[in-house]
């Protein structure tokens, strides 16, 4: 049945572990037909809630990287490569987290549904020549700026998506880029503790997972740094967690499943 799993546990590397266990038990049997590639997957929605991610291990020695590739992939999320093309080529969760590019018109604008025209006029009003003008935001100091000043705040939210490039898969400059897996940051701080959520809409869980949580991480700590309080627990959801079949066999060895 494909519904929400839950795995619960201590560390990055226990939660690993036994999400997949879960995932080889319970997975859906669910078909990739993407043009990049065409694959059969284990995959549920899957929800991981982690009450000390700081506390080792937080990369299981099963796992198919190490502490070393780890902090290098972690330093390049909160910091990017130091290379310009590196840092922009089709996306990187650093120039979507820290160098956002929105459109400071449209922020401002009315809720406008009749027509395009009269989109137009109101993008007048508050740019003469009417068009866009575009700004670059480092959301993660904008956040951590809001929670300084009101640590009450539990409507910090930093976000990769740009709806008019992610969502138009087959449109034009798309036929063969990416759009972002994590879709959202969501840090709360509560009792002087900084928590952090994520939410993903796919998930490689055996390859991609334990680098992923201990980058995410990494922006947990850094903000709570920087906020001068404690980290707290760290729950990442995606809708789509998978395992894909041509790591199948290598996956049941390793668990002895």
């Not at 740019?127 to 705040?153: F, H, Y």
Request: with cysteine; proline share 5%; net charge neutral.
């Amino acid at each position: 049945m494909y519904d929400t799993r839950i795995v619960e546990a201590k560390t990055l590397g226990e939660a690993w572990e036994k999400a997949c266990i879960l995932m080889m038990q319970e997975g859906h049997t669910r078909y990739v037909g993407a043009p990049e590639y065409q694959i059969e997957t284990k995959d549920l929605p899957l929800l991981i809630k982690v009450s000390n991610p700081f506390e080792m291990p937080r990369i299981s020695e099963k796992a198919n990287t190490n502490q070393g590739l780890a902090d290098t992939y972690a330093d390049k999320f909160l910091n990017g490569s130091g290379k310009e093309k590196e840092n922009t080529f089709d996306y990187t969760y650093f120039s979507r987290l820290r160098c956002y590019p929105d459109c400071a018109v449209r922020a401002f604008l009315p809720g406008i549904t009749e027509s395009d025209e009269e989109l137009q006029e109101e993008v007048k009003k508050i740019s003469p020549d009417g068009k866009c003008v575009v700004t670059r935001i480092d959301q993660v100091e904008k956040a951590i700026n809001i929670l300084k000043k009101d640590p009450t705040r539990r409507t910090v939210v930093m976000h990769t998506w740009i709806q008019y490039r992610d969502l138009m898969k087959f449109g034009p400059k798309r036929e063969d880029t990416s759009s972002p897996c994590v879709l959202l940051f969501y840090p709360q701080l509560v009792d002087g503790k900084l928590h952090m959520f994520v939410v993903m809409k796919t998930n490689d869980l055996y390859n991609a997972w334990p680098e992923n949580a201990y980058a995410f991480t990494g922006l947990q700590k850094y903000m709570a740094n920087q906020l001068g309080v404690e980290t707290g627990t760290y729950t990442h959801f995606s809708v789509s967690m998978h395992i894909y079949k041509d790591m199948y066999e290598e996956v049941r060895k390793k668990f002895n499943l």
